[in-house]
């Protein structure tokens, strides 16, 4: 089940919101070599190339089916590859920013992987990340128990995603044991007001849920959806539906 550029962008405003305060926290320079990990659909990267009109940006993302029209973004200081996190790492390459909206929390091992980012920074560059608390976020947490019961359990083979994402506190000491400085790192919450719960489950169907699609049967994501839903209606009674939704802003700029 590939990453569907439609559903995702059923949510754009609400996605939106994180995007721009991260953005926020960027001090501007001139001649940047920027890049967007994880950049989705493109639209957010061709937003910060806009802001930042000295900077040249790339955009990385792993997903054929979301940059399938990100083309239409292009310019001259703005261009888009199909690429992994792990690949970009690897790449030999140096950056006077590196930006991620909601992208990190796909990649494990957030205790190397901070560390590899902040090595690929030239000194004076700035990283930025946003990314959903997921542990705390209770879409995620109602996904997970699922996912851990039978027959589910059995139906997924006994697989379920742990989720990388660390708290505040360990991000700090990272960042400062990585020698980044200037820190402003903060958990902020985004409500999502619905007028019911089918809306709460079509805006993790476009991210969290599709790696457990991919490993059942169209009969059986049937039957895993029609439970998840339900559950979610036991977690949200009171209509309108509330979800205080969690997210990490991460920032330093590398000494």
């Not at 996605?15 to 001649?31: G, H």
């Not at 019911?196 to 049967?217: K, N, Q, V």
Request: proline share 5%; with cysteine; net charge negative.
């Amino acid at each position: 089940m590939p990453w569907n550029p439609e559903i995702y962008n059923q949510f754009k405003d609400i996605r939106y919101q994180p995007f721009f305060d991260l953005m926020d926290l960027i001090e501007e320079r001139t001649e940047m070599q920027a890049v967007d990990l994880g950049c989705g659909t493109g639209e957010q990267t061709a937003m910060l190339a806009e802001r930042f009109q000295q900077s040249t940006f790339l955009g990385i993302d792993s997903s054929v089916e979301m940059l399938s029209g990100a083309e239409e973004h292009q310019t001259e200081r703005l261009y888009y590859k199909v690429e992994t996190f792990e690949e970009f790492i690897n790449r030999l390459s140096r950056w006077d920013l590196i930006f991620s909206n909601a992208a990190l929390q796909w990649s494990g091992d957030h205790h190397t992987l901070f560390p590899d980012l902040i090595k690929k920074l030239n000194p004076g560059g700035q990283l930025a990340v946003q990314m959903p608390c997921q542990t705390e976020n209770e879409l995620n947490q109602i996904l997970f128990e699922l996912a851990n019961e039978e027959p589910y359990r059995d139906q997924l083979n006994g697989w379920n995603r742990s989720s990388p994402v660390l708290s505040m506190e360990e991000y700090t000491e990272m960042f400062i044991a990585e020698g980044m400085v200037n820190l402003k790192i903060s958990k902020r919450i985004y409500p999502i007001v619905a007028e019911d719960t089918e809306t709460l489950f079509h805006f993790i169907s476009g991210s969290a849920l599709i790696p457990y699609m991919e490993r059942l049967s169209e009969e059986q994501q049937i039957e895993f959806n029609s439970e998840f839903k339900r559950r979610i209606g036991e977690r949200f009674e009171r209509r309108p539906v509330v979800y205080p939704f969690r997210r990490l802003l991460l920032y330093g700029v590398k000494a």
